[in-house]
């Protein structure tokens, strides 16, 4: 089954305490993204890779790395996680076809608080 | 700068009934891509239909069509025959289709539809 997988759902945890939340698609896709969702903002991209090796800040990447070493992998890092981090997240993937419009899939959520 | 707008905080429909969701988009762009999804309690994001900037019919896609009007840069969502599963946020989002563009998706508020039996 075409997916692309987040892991954890769901992480509690306190400031300053290094988190990686991994995001994983089985689709082949060049495109890989992270959004984060707050009420009342929608989605807000944080950063975003074309392919492997090829990453991008997005609208909103202070506090927040990534690295694209596989295709297929697309970890997000908070390495001192404060507060204002709490909120939803969303890895998406996508073929990476220029002057296309093909939909991007998005994993199930990863849902963190910080305390 | 692209932006869009979803003025709709919440609805509610009767259930069979059919109902549409408003979203309002800007750009400068001469191509783009306008997508809708459906977000339900359960949290994930659900790919719904899409519309592009040059395609001369509207999208449909079962119980789904997209109402797109270029000139007045909107692009609304209809539901026929609401489901109590419509139930969900729904969000409107855009992508450039430039060449230099990050392929990055713009998203709305949301609108969060409510059917009732």
């Known amino acids: 089954e075409a997916q692309v997988t987040q892991n954890p759902r769901y992480l509690i945890t306190v400031t300053g305490k290094k988190l990686t939340v991994t995001c994983s698609q089985n689709m082949n896709h060049e495109y890989m993204s992270w959004y984060r969702q707050d009420p009342g903002l929608g989605l807000r991209q944080i950063y975003y890779?074309?392919?492997?090796?090829?990453?991008d800040k997005g609208d909103v990447p202070e506090g927040y790395k990534v690295s694209r070493k596989e295709k297929r992998n697309f970890p997000l890092i908070l390495e001192s996680p404060s507060p204002n981090q709490t909120s939803l997240y969303f890895c998406?993937?996508?073929?990476?076809?220029?002057?296309?419009?093909?939909?991007?899939?998005f994993g199930d959520g990863t849902r963190l608080s910080i305390l | 700068a692209q932006k869009i707008t979803q003025t709709q905080p919440g609805m509610f429909v009767q259930e069979k009934e059919a109902v549409t969701l408003d979203c309002t988009y800007d750009?400068?762009?001469?191509?783009?891509?306008l997508f809708w999804y459906k977000q339900p309690s359960s949290g994930e994001m659900i790919f719904l239909i899409y519309?592009?900037?040059?395609?001369?019919q509207n999208a449909t896609e079962g119980r789904y069509s997209l109402n797109f009007q270029k000139a007045r840069k909107s692009a609304n969502l209809v539901i026929s025959a609401s489901q109590l599963g419509d139930s969900a946020m729904y969000f409107c989002a855009m992508r450039s289709v430039r060449m230099d563009s990050s392929y990055k998706l713009i998203f709305g508020s949301g609108t969060r539809l409510l059917v009732r039996p």
């Open positions: 750009t400068s762009d001469q191509s783009y891509g």
């Open positions: 519309q592009g900037s040059y395609d001369e």
């Open positions: 890779s074309m392919n492997v090796e090829v990453t």
């Open positions: 998406a993937s996508a073929p990476y076809l220029r002057g296309s419009n093909q939909p991007q899939h």
